[in-house]
T-cell receptor, first 115, second 116 residues
Framework: AQSVTQLDSHVSVSEGTPVLLRCNYS??????LFWYVQHPNKGLQLLLK??????LVKGINGFEAEFKKSETSFHLTKPSAHMSDAAEYFCVVSDRQGGSEKLVFGKGTKLTVNP | DGGITQSPKYLFRKEGQNVTLSCEQN?????MYWYRQDPGQGLRLIYY???????QKGDIAEGYSVSREKKESFPLTVTSAQKNPTAFYLC???????????????FGPGTRLTVL
């Protein structure tokens, strides 16, 4: 089965500084990988996804992630944090079992942006 | 507007009562999912359905039941057998590709269930 590990449960940055949210995955085949964002008491919104095309994936709101197979990583970055980026972020890998495909979620990283 | 709706937003239940959470989508998606979210644990899959009149257990199905009588609707019942039902419940849907990479899931706004 596939799994995903988010290396930091909390990350705190200052407004205008870079953001790095780390994610490592394990997969026995070429996976689909996703980053979702969740604001308090809201549903999840897709930021970006990797599906074996370009290894550098650009998403919404200036976020991007790079798929590194050799490091089994899919870290999320943004050059300059904005106050509205404060939220919880989930790294997600697809898992193929018994002919159906499901998503496996990391435990989340809470991003705080300080003024 | 296309999307997923969940109702109610907040729900309170007394111990020993069953309660049903609603999930409706107008995205014409075949697959629908129910997740439970607890602080610090990410999302855990309760049940999923890939087609009308068919559904499968996820990782934490005990104490829950679902039905899929219509493509647009996938209600979740939290039964009295669920020992710790207080949580945030999220419904999602996706289109199922016949080949190629997996498609993303679209999420509803969630229902917060509190057992008193």
């Amino acid at each position: 089965a596939q799994s995903v590990t988010q290396l930091d449960s909390h990350v705190s940055v200052s407004e205008g500084t870079p953001v790095l949210l780390r994610c490592n995955y394990s997969s026995s085949y070429s996976p689909s990988l996703f980053w979702y964002v969740q604001h308090p008491n809201k549903g999840l919104q897709l930021l970006l996804k990797y599906t074996s095309a370009a290894t550098l994936v650009k998403g919404i709101n200036g976020f991007e992630a790079e798929f590194k197979k050799s490091e089994t990583s899919f870290h999320l970055t943004k050059p300059s944090a904005h106050m509205s980026d404060a939220a919880e972020y989930f790294c997600v890998v697809s898992d193929r079992q018994g002919g159906s495909e499901k998503l496996v979620f990391g435990k989340g990283t809470k991003l705080t942006v300080n003024p | 507007d296309g999307g997923i709706t969940q109702s109610p937003k907040y729900l309170f239940r007394k111990e020993g009562q069953n309660v049903t959470l609603s999930c409706e989508q107008n995205l014409n998606h075949d697959a629908m999912y129910w997740y439970r979210q607890d602080p610090g644990q990410g999302l855990r899959l309760i049940y999923y359905s890939q087609i009308v009149n068919d559904f499968q257990k996820g990782d934490i199905a005990e104490g829950y039941s679902v039905s899929r009588e219509k493509k647009e609707s996938f209600p979740l019942t939290v039964t009295s057998a669920q020992k710790n039902p207080t949580a945030f419940y999220l419904c999602a849907s996706s289109s199922q590709p016949t080949s190629g990479p997996y498609n993303e899931q679209f999420f509803g706004p969630g229902t917060r269930l509190t057992v008193l």
